[in-house]
């Protein structure tokens, strides 16, 4: 079975371009997360998908960054326009379940896709 | 602020030894905890998942919670090199999970 994938795994943007992201998560997982990762600091959420519709998007940082999951299956994540503070990974990361109570939670995660803002 | 506080490390331990990663969280909403391993350049997996006070063991690895205390640990028996790599603690809040900044962990031959 497929894990998550995502691409690019590295993309190096000059300031004010723009940078669109993709997740492929596993099959048949309804959730679907963004994360990201600046250099040395925590994971921090940005948003959840169920399906297609944006179950908490409480994390994206402003109106710079959309994040589409068209039909239920792949997320985009474009950052228009890139600012030098938004180099990091981002993670996507796909669960069937809610991660909530017993029994459910297991995040599979891609390997990130690294963004440098130059 | 909902926290989830890792000492960033490095532990260093030797081989065979027992490792202790310890986590602590502000949020005493949080129910259920994790711990994730990351291994440098790839995505994290999960080690253990734990949602009562108490000892949960898995092979080498045992997870402690103590929510009076707000305080969750990972205990690994035996270390081995191949468990050298950042360990990541994350607690779930309504639905989403709070992370520490992880601790980076060398198992010394």
């Known amino acids: 079975e497929a894990g998550v994938t995502q691409f690019p795994s590295h993309s190096v943007i000059e300031k004010g371009q723009t940078v669109t992201l993709r997740c492929d998560p596993i099959s048949g997982h309804d959730n679907l997360y963004w994360y990201r990762r600046v250099m040395g600091k925590e994971i921090k959420f940005l948003l959840h998908?169920?399906?297609?519709?944006?179950?908490?998007e409480s994390g994206m940082p402003n109106n710079r960054f959309l994040a589409e999951r068209t039909g239920g299956t792949y997320s985009t994540l474009k950052v228009q326009p890139a600012e030098l503070e938004d180099s990091g990974v981002y993670f996507c990361?796909?669960?069937?379940?809610?991660?909530?109570?017993?029994?459910?939670?297991?995040?599979?995660f891609g390997e990130g896709s690294r963004l440098t803002v130059l | 602020q909902k926290e989830v506080e890792q000492n960033s490390g490095p532990l260093s331990v030797p081989e065979g030894a027992i490792a202790s990663l310890n986590c602590t969280y502000s949020?005493?909403?949080?129910?259920?905890f994790f711990w994730y391993r990351q291994y440098s350049g790839k995505s994290p997996e999960l080690i253990m998942s734990?949602?009562s006070n108490g000892d949960k063991e898995d092979g080498r690895f045992t997870a402690q919670l103590n929510k009076a205390s707000q305080y969750v640990s990972l205990l690994i028996r035996d270390s081995q090199p191949s468990d050298s790599a950042t360990y990541l603690c994350?607690?779930?809040?309504?639905?989403?999970?709070?992370w520490g900044a992880g601790t980076k962990l060398i198992i010394k031959p």
């Open positions: 949020d005493r909403g949080s129910q259920s």
């Open positions: 994350a607690a779930e809040l309504n639905y989403q999970l709070i």
């Open positions: 990361a796909s669960s069937q379940f809610l991660t909530a109570g017993l029994g459910t939670g297991e995040l599979f």
């Open positions: 998908f169920v399906k297609e519709s944006k179950q908490d």
């Open positions: 734990i949602y």
